[in-house]
């Protein structure tokens, strides 16, 4: 195919993937469908900024890439590289269509959840997307033009990083609110719009400082790679001056397992670009120097990183509680209780004097308030069944929650092993097929407000993800998608060992960098979620790693 000097226009859906999907943010009010659950609040409105803006133009850019895609086969069918080595990410995406079919819940799997919207739509996007940047990445100055789009994105989330960091958040200012939502909104929102997070904590544009952490851990271990393996000075230093911003802004994410990626990453890129031994021994001890001082920062700004770096033991007095026709079962301390109203009406002491329980007016309705461990629990008979009044004022059944051991590790990773320890029957229960893209919400026991109170002091808290890019696949797709994906993870690793990159040649440093990147956001997702803020992204360096490989497979 023959290309014009210049921009290779071919190259703008990448473009426009890689630089404008992570940085959108746009105000949408749309309603979750959620209030269809007795878990959740009967008010279902969502008020999106992450999501929708970044969904539209993910979908429509894909589309755009499908419809070159197939004009490009046609007309240069004999230049097309081999596309067996992309076979499982088609047996993956099928997979995923049969999954939808046979979703929970249809809306959010083809919606996508709040919060995370990978929508059928939204993975079917992610293939095409590889497809694209394997076929239509070719010459040195194509990959040129991506660097230099991965270079621009890199400094808007850091710039904006940066404003957060400083305390100061662009999306506080009411002319950046004015800019990102429809005019027939800005009366009423502007003004109103505003973060979750404490103040000094980076998540750029990316929802949440975890994703944020992912993309830095990713970006910075890439830079490193090609700073060391830069000829002209210059650039290099300009490589050394991002990953700085980037070391910086990662730390004060105040993600652990971020911090962690993003010091083997760019370790592990020294040693793989610089050849001298000793040389990258000093570097990578400076680079652990850079870290300590972080730390440093970390300890006169209040020490919120440190306090992160070890999870205390929960324990969970109340082990058990459950609600039936014959009233309200509970097990606390290896203590068990059985409560009805009839208890409840003469003042009722339980448990040697730890809990209490008595008639309470719940509106409309005579119920049960149970003071236990530090918690005031809420309960009503209705129709000759106990059900538990959870915090938006709907009554729910309590029963036990399935869960394997952890061998009292479930407080692990911020209690992310809580979540895994309940997630793992739910993949047992529909193994195959999985509750259908973006369901994982809807999959998991959200009536658990036990466990929710003990690990995370809420029990209106709503579980809407694995924490687990691996088991939220199995939960939501099947245990066969993991494997479609895992074959492709094995071909695109023979591959890269069957390259050989010798050369300086700019294709062949960022195949390795990417490369590295890659391997990196695979460990992340130990502890974090597939989710429309990250994969994008990645799916394009994904493309530029596999695009360079030159291998038979």
């Known amino acids: 195919m023959k ?12 473009l426009l993937v890689l630089v404008v999907v992570p940085v959108l943010v746009y105000f949408h009010i749309y309603e979750s469908g959620l209030s269809q659950y007795d878990w959740y609040d009967t008010d279902d409105t969502v008020y999106d900024l992450y999501v929708t803006g970044k969904q539209t133009v993910l979908l429509i850019t894909s589309g755009v890439m499908l419809a070159i895609l197939a004009f490009y086969v046609l007309l240069y069918k004999e230049t097309c590289k081999n596309m067996k080595c992309l076979l499982p990410v088609l047996g993956y995406e099928t997979w ?31 293939g ?25 994105v890199t400094v808007v989330l850091g710039a904006v990083g940066l404003f957060q960091l400083a305390g100061r958040d662009l999306l506080d200012l009411q002319w950046v609110q004015r800019l990102i939502m429809p005019s027939a909104l800005e009366a009423q929102y502007v003004g109103k719009l505003g973060d979750t997070f404490s103040a000094h904590t980076v998540y750029s544009t990316l929802f949440n400082p975890n994703y944020a952490a992912q993309i830095f851990a990713v970006f910075l271990t890439f830079f490193m790679y090609m700073a060391f393996t830069e000829q002209k000075k210059k650039i290099a230093v300009c490589y050394l001056g991002l990953c700085g911003v980037l070391a910086l802004l990662l730390f004060f ?43 440093g920062l970390d300890f006169v700004t209040g020490g919120r990183m440190k306090s992160r770096l070890i999870d205390a033991k929960t324990d969970m007095p109340i082990s058990s509680m459950t609600t039936d026709e014959e009233g309200i079962h509970i097990t606390y301390k290896g203590e068990h209780a059985d409560v009805t109203l009839a208890d409840a009406k003469g003042h009722t002491g339980l448990f040697g004097g730890d809990g209490s329980i008595r008639v ?51 407080h692990l990773a911020s209690g992310r092993g809580y979540v895994w320890a309940r997630t793992i029957p739910v993949i047992l229960k529909r193994p195959l097929f999985g509750y259908g893209p973006d369901n994982f919400v809807a999959a998991y026991p959200q009536n658990d407000y036990v466990g929710k109170y003990y690990y995370s002091k809420m029990t209106n808290m709503i579980m809407d993800k694995a924490h687990n890019g691996y088991l939220q696949i199995m939960v939501q797709n099947g245990v066969p998608a993991l494997v479609w994906l895992a074959l492709f993870v094995i071909i695109w690793i023979k591959r890269e060992l069957q390259t ?33 803020f990250t994969m994008p992204v990645m799916v394009c360096i994904w493309g530029i790693s596999i695009s360079t490989q030159k291998s038979s497979l």
């Open 128 to 152: 095409v997307i590889l497809v694209y940047c394997y076929q239509l990445l070719q010459s040195e100055a194509d990959y040129l033009t991506v660097l230099k789009g991965i270079c621009v």
């Open 253 to 295: 994410t105040y993600s652990r397992m971020g911090l962690i990626l993003g010091i083997v990453g760019a370790i592990g890129a020294l040693w793989l670009a610089v050849g001298n031994k000793k040389k990258t021994i000093v570097l990578s001890i400076a680079f652990v120097c850079v870290v300590v001082l972080l730390f």
């Open 500 to 532: 050989d990159r010798q050369g300086l040649l700019i294709s062949e440093r960022m195949g390795k960098a990417a490369f590295l990147s890659c391997c990196i956001y695979l460990v992340s997702l130990l502890t974090c979620d597939i989710t429309l």
């Open 360 to 410: 309470k007016d719940l509106g409309e309705i005579e119920g049960i308030e149970l003071m236990l461990d530090d918690h005031t629990w809420y309960f009503v008979q209705i129709d000759g069944v106990y059900y538990y009044i959870n915090d938006f004022g709907r009554p729910d059944t309590l029963t036990d929650i399935p869960k394997v051991s952890l061998f009292g590790l479930e």
């Open 3 to 14: 290309q014009k000097k210049g921009l290779n226009d071919l190259l703008i859906p990448i």
């Open 96 to 126: 995923m269509v049969l999954s939808a079919f046979g979703a929970k819940d249809k809306t959010l799997a083809l919606r996508g959840a709040e919060g995370c919207g990978e929508s059928l739509f939204v993975v079917l996007c992610y």
